[in-house]
């Protein structure tokens, strides 16, 4: 038993301007806003427009936003991890060349490709690190520029997807009632044949061939993957529940990955939560995979207080999908 729990201490984040309106999107494909608000539950998005840049952008702006608001040197940082899909490039790690950016010179770190589940893959990590004494100040980023990736001409997908990055801090405490408490993570790799990006790896390169068939976007079995993701966010989040004796009303809030309103909606009610406890604000931002949860927090940071009970709770590509109880430890003035 560690001696230390993991906590964030700071959280910022960084948007693109542009908006990419469900009207817009119907300009595009045939589809409709209402279509769009009943199925999944997404009005916009933020889309990074320019060229030349890629998540490592998005990342190092909210890196640097989250140094400034926590008054952190960059280098007084120890590790850096960024959980993300969409990486500027198959290599060097997206997280090196945010640490390039930002000027953190003291730090090493890595990228997690753990699907949407990307920020409890790698915050389960952080806090891996943070409880053996092996870093102190470790900044845990998640992003996506999920439009790279996104075949506008497929209206099953590009209504879903948005572009945002989220930095955390996240340092250790020896006030063992804060902090993360717990996690349940699993994967099952029968997820590859309904929700992947096909080329661009080591199986299939990219050929004329591949971009020809649009290979090089995202491809889901949008029925498939609701149904598992409806069973497992809901059965982690009541095991999690059940594992730590928490009764609904024990619960502050849960923070659920932004896929699909009617997933969140199903989650919730399993888990028996009243509508005021569930934080959502897939309307406005749409799925950014791992970053969506992160995402809520910074967007609800100041609904939170020190020792509230959250849960946070996801599933994405892979399958992965897991449950994390986790308690607040500041307020917000
Ligand atoms: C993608 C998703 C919203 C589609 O909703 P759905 O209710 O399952 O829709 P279906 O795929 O059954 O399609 C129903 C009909 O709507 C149509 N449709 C699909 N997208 C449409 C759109 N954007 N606008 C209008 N019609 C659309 C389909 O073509 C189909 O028409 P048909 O019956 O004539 O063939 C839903 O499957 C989903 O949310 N899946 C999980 C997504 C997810 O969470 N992914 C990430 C996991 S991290």
């Given at each position: ?8 201490t700071?959280?910022e984040?960084?948007?693109?301007e542009?908006?990419?309106?469900n ?17 999944i ?18 990342g ?5 936003k ?40 003291n ?13 409890l ?13 092996l870093?102190?100040k ?23 997807f ?22 349940i993570?699993h ?36 029925q ?23 009764k609904a ?27 005021e ?11 950014t ?17 020190k ?23 500041y307020?917000?003035?």
């Amino acid at each position: 038993m560690s001696n230390k729990k993991a906590i964030i201490t700071g959280i910022e984040a960084f948007l693109p301007e542009y908006i990419l309106t469900n009207d817009e999107i119907s300009t595009m494909v045939e589809t409709t806003d209402e279509w769009i608000m009943s199925r999944i539950g997404v009005k916009e998005r933020r889309i990074l427009k320019e060229d030349g840049l890629g998540t490592s952008h998005l990342g190092a702006e909210a890196v640097k936003k989250l140094l400034a608001k926590t008054g952190t040197k960059p280098e007084e940082i120890d590790i850096v991890l960024c959980a993300t899909v969409t990486p500027d490039m198959m290599f060097p790690a997206t997280a090196n060349i945010i640490c390039d950016k930002v000027g953190i010179v003291n730090a090493w770190g890595y990228d997690i490709n753990a699907g949407c589940s990307g920020f409890l893959f790698s915050f389960a990590t952080v806090a891996s690190f943070i409880e053996s004494g092996l870093a102190k100040k470790v900044v845990l980023v998640t992003g996506e520029r999920m439009s790279s990736i996104t075949n506008y001409q497929d209206r099953t997908t590009c209504p879903l997807f948005g572009d945002a990055a989220v930095a955390m801090l996240i340092e250790p405490t020896e006030d063992l009632s804060l902090g993360l408490q717990d996690s349940i993570l699993h994967v099952d790799g029968i997820g590859r044949q309904f929700l992947y990006q096909k080329a661009g790896g080591s199986m299939y390169p990219a050929t004329e061939e591949t971009v020809k068939n649009r290979e090089h976007f995202i491809y889901q079995d949008g029925q498939v993957v609701f149904k598992y993701a409806v069973s497992r966010m809901a059965d982690v989040s009541v095991e999690m529940m059940e594992k730590h004796n928490l009764k609904a009303e024990d619960i502050a809030f849960l923070i659920p990955h932004q896929a699909n309103m009617r997933i969140i909606e199903a989650t919730g009610r399993r888990m028996g939560l009243t509508k005021e406890k569930i934080l959502i604000n897939i309307e406005k931002f749409g799925n950014t995979a791992g970053t969506s949860i992160p995402l809520v927090l910074w967007e609800f940071e100041k609904k939170m207080k020190k020792g509230d009970t959250l849960i946070f709770s996801a599933f994405g590509a892979g399958f992965t999908w897991g449950a994390m109880y986790y308690k607040w430890s500041y307020d917000t003035k």
